[in-house]
């Protein structure tokens, strides 16, 4: 394995851990209008509570590990994708200072905004992370230089739609999950009646995107078909979702969430499969993609962060669990509370 | 106006918007550990209600700084693509470390900071302190060492397609997107001419902005007589780290002043509107820079500038005869935020002297005497001066580096995303600052109500997390 191949995975997984993180606390924003007493609401903002900032910034050291390892794929998608990804940030920042703010001030109507900022601020940036990942399967106008050749209009045709769609609705299950793990009594008999519908949704969502995936971009499943042996893959993606009733029929709470999450870093490891080694494929000029190899920093930069990445990453996974540990179990609201 | 022009005001706008915030943490978050070690080591629980309500101010501030700080990682890509791709080798790996060294580390235990008294015992919540107040300083570490680099390159050489160049090279705008810096030693990078001395004076200038936020707070206790224990004990913590900081932020000042002389004469002659290369370079307290006809009026120290940066008078200093108008960056505007941040400095000395000497005769007992009334009326409003100087001291920093992005590589105007039109940005812009203005307005807005609710009342029984209380009276 050589270090463009290796920063391809630590990326991949760096952004999986943010899909399978934050992903649950956006999905809880999508949730939240869907309760109307306010002890619920803050209930649910306390489940995220003492875990969303740390959620996002897998975000943040996912973007840095990109603009250090591919700084050409950085540089051209931030840049090509400019106004999306200033909406995402607007999206973010919203939801941020909601979560942060809301419960600082007892009145109804307050209340009301924050948590409408919060519902539109996670709703939205799940729909654009879908967008972005739906344009990056789908391909992007690149021109010799690796520049970004389209419109913003552009990025809205109807696969990345789609995909902006089916990330909303696996966010919305994952957090339903989550919550049902954290809630008890009423609220979580509540959540519970939501996951089944949301279950279907997202695979029906799946079901229309695997779909156009296979008639329009069939490059993404070249992989499968060269290696049959990955098709596991996708067997087992399968068994995940399917598992999630299962669970949650039984009871096992903790079982369902770890499943949910299973589901998505295989979703990520197709999405990773599929594009490999490219990581902007060009339109209409495939020659001009952007490869792990030719939009890579040099070998003596991808070695350096290799150690570093040694060294932080297994402290990282350390602080992470026990905090998790830590704040495990069903959510309380106490005098520190949001 | 242009996309340079825009996609400038707007990345100085959100780094200036967004370094309102952590410095506050910084500087907090070193008091929040003093506090807690105080109460750790007497249990007395005015301490632990003190570390409790200044948690509270923490995470508010904190939380502002992650909503705004996230922007800023996505900008270089946004609207300075081909900065991004010049750079990535190095200035990447910075922020990747950063990430990984000190966000996680802040936002993981911030947790247990903000929400973990009743979850964990004392000493795991103490640790948890300190590791958040780690993290903040770490932070630090990496996007100075990040800027420094852009400041004073080393460690790295430039490639054009793939073939070492020298630096000074002036670039054809068709060789732009296949030049780039590759590095050559990690160290070199970290250590590079300037990183140190301008990591010691942001931190400890971060420090100030935090002892005043906390000796600002409790100096409008004191006169509103509100809180009196609390905000006496807390106004001492506050000076002891003001006294500590401004005095640092001259020492640390002065070697980054040196280190700019000798690395970024340009921006030394901008900054102190030197107009002659000279031995005995006069040093102007305060003037302004009259362009027209090359001179820098106002009063001036004979020789004083050749003493303080090299510690002899005959040194001769650069002037801007020296360099090439093209080269120059904007003159004005790097002589006033010097000077600005200089004056700040300074009085932040003097305030730190005369609250301490107040401290020590003794006269915090009874505010309403005339001489610490005096002092207690300066000292409310006197938050805002570490934060009008970190700004403009970044302000001298970053406009004194033009026309440079990467200083003697790549012009900021080089810098730009190719493909994003000007009114692309004007969008984003004025998006920015309409939320920013709304975020600005609710923060100060929750931070006074926080201030005017003020600590919880102090009993032991209800100010302690209910597993502390037997720990505590063991």
């Known amino acids: 394995m050589d270090y463009n191949l290796l920063w391809f995975v630590v990326v991949g997984v760096l952004f999986s851990g943010y899909a399978v993180l934050d992903g649950f606390d956006l999905g809880v924003g999508t949730l939240i209008l869907g309760i109307q007493d306010d002890t619920e609401r803050r209930l649910f903002y306390n489940a995220i509570g003492p875990v969303w900032d740390g959620n996002e910034v897998w975000l943040v050291t996912g973007g840095g590990a990109l603009f250090a390892a591919f700084p050409a ?83 809205l045709h109807p696969y990345a739609l789609l995909m902006g769609v089916t990330t909303v609705a696996l966010f919305m299950m994952h957090g339903s999950i989550y919550l049902h793990l954290k809630t008890e009594g009423t609220l979580q008999a509540r959540v519970r009646s939501w996951i089944n519908p949301l279950i279907i949704t997202f695979i029906i969502c799946y079901s229309l995107t695997t779909l156009a995936t296979l008639l329009y971009v069939p490059r993404m499943t070249l992989v499968l078909r060269e290696q049959p042996a990955l098709f596991a893959v996708v067997v087992l993606l399968v068994l995940a979702i399917a598992n999630l009733p299962r669970e949650i029929h039984r009871g096992r709470d903790w079982a369902a969430f770890l499943s949910s999450c299973v589901a998505m870093l295989l979703l990520m490891a197709l999405f990773g499969l599929g594009m490999f080694p490219n990581m902007v494929y060009a339109l209409p000029e495939p020659a001009h993609s952007l490869t792990i190899y030719n939009a890579s920093s040099s070998v003596t930069t991808l070695k350096i962060m290799t150690l570093i990445a040694a060294i932080g990453v297994p402290i990282v996974l350390t602080y992470t669990v026990t905090v998790y540990y830590i704040f495990h179990g069903k959510v309380k609201l106490g005098k520190d509370s949001y | 106006m242009n996309v340079e022009t825009l996609s400038r005001i707007q990345f100085a706008f959100t780094v200036a918007f967004h370094y309102i915030f952590p410095p506050l943490t910084i500087g907090l978050g070193l008091l929040l550990v003093m506090m807690e070690g105080m109460w750790m080591a007497t249990r007395d629980p005015l301490y632990h209600n003190m570390a409790r309500f200044w948690t509270k101010m923490f995470g508010l501030i904190f939380g502002l700084g992650v909503a705004t700080g996230i922007v800023l990682e996505f900008e270089f890509g946004t609207n300075w693509a081909t900065y991004s791709r010049f750079v990535g080798d190095i200035f990447g790996s910075a922020l990747a470390a950063e990430g ?23 000493r795991l919540h103490f640790f948890a302190t300190c ?14 060492v990040a800027n420094s680099w852009q400041q004073t390159p080393a460690g790295s050489h430039l490639e054009i397609a793939g073939k070492a160049v020298a630096p000074g090279h002036v670039f054809e705008a068709a060789d732009l997107w296949h030049s780039r810096m590759v590095i050559d030693d990690f160290w070199g990078v970290v250590f590079n001419p300037s990183s140190m001395d301008r990591l010691g004076h942001t931190l400890v200038a971060a420090w100030l902005a ?129 000077h600005l941040m200089v004056v700040i400095g300074f009085s932040l000395i003097g305030l730190s002297l005369w609250g301490s000497w107040l401290w020590w005769r003794g006269k915090f007992a009874d505010p309403g005497a005339p001489a610490t009334a005096w002092f207690l009326r300066l000292a409310v409003p006197s938050v805002l001066l570490p934060q009008l100087a970190n700004q403009a001291g970044w302000f001298t920093a970053e406009i004194g580096r033009q026309p440079w992005i990467v200083w003697g590589y790549l012009r900021t105007s080089e810098g730009l995303s190719a493909v994003v039109k000007a009114n692309q940005v004007l969008a984003s812009l004025v998006g920015f600052g309409l939320i920013y203005l709304l975020l600005f307005a609710l923060f100060l807005f929750l931070l006074n109500r926080k201030i005017q609710h003020g600590p919880e009342p102090l009993e032991e029984s209800d100010a302690l997390p209910a597993n502390w209380i037997k720990q505590s009276r063991a």
Not at chain 2, 269 to 289: I, K, N, Y
């Open chain 1, 73 to 155: 794929v950085y540089g051209t998608v931030f840049s090509g994708f400019y106004l999306a990804f200033i909406l995402l940030l607007f999206a973010l920042i919203f939801r941020a200072v909601a979560i942060e703010f809301r419960s600082k001030e007892p009145w109804a109507w307050w209340r009301r905004w924050w948590d409408r900022g919060f519902f539109a601020g996670s709703t939205s940036a799940a729909m654009l992370i879908g967008v972005a990942m739906g344009n990056i399967v789908w391909g992007v106008p690149l021109d010799a230089k690796g520049e970004f050749a389209g419109t913003f209009l552009g990025l």
């Open chain 2, 100 to 122: 990984i060294f000190a966000f996680f580390l802040e936002s993981g235990f911030l947790a247990i900071l903000l929400f973990g008294w009743d979850k964990v015992g004392p």
């Open chain 2, 131 to 144: 590791m958040v107040a780690l993290g903040a300083h770490f932070s630090a570490v990496w996007i100075i």
């Open chain 2, 210 to 338: 935090g002892a005043f936020l906390v000796v600002s707070v409790a100096a409008y206790y004191l006169l509103r007589r509100r809180h009196v224990g609390f905000a006496t004990a807390s106004l001492k913590f506050g000076l002891v780290l003001a006294m500590v900081g401004s005095l640092l932020s001259l020492v640390t000042g002065h070697d980054s002043a040196a280190g700019v002389a000798a690395n970024q004469p340009s921006k030394l002659a901008a900054m102190e509107g030197l107009w002659q290369t000279t031995a005995q370079a006069p040093l102007h307290p305060f003037g302004w820079v009259d362009s027209a006809n090359q001179r820098t009026l106002g009063p001036a120290v004979p020789a004083a500038l050749s003493l303080l940066v090299s510690g002899s008078a005959a040194h001769r200093v650069t002037g801007l005869d020296d360099i090439a108008p093209e080269l120059r960056p904007p003159l004005q505007a790097t002589f006033q935020f010097f």
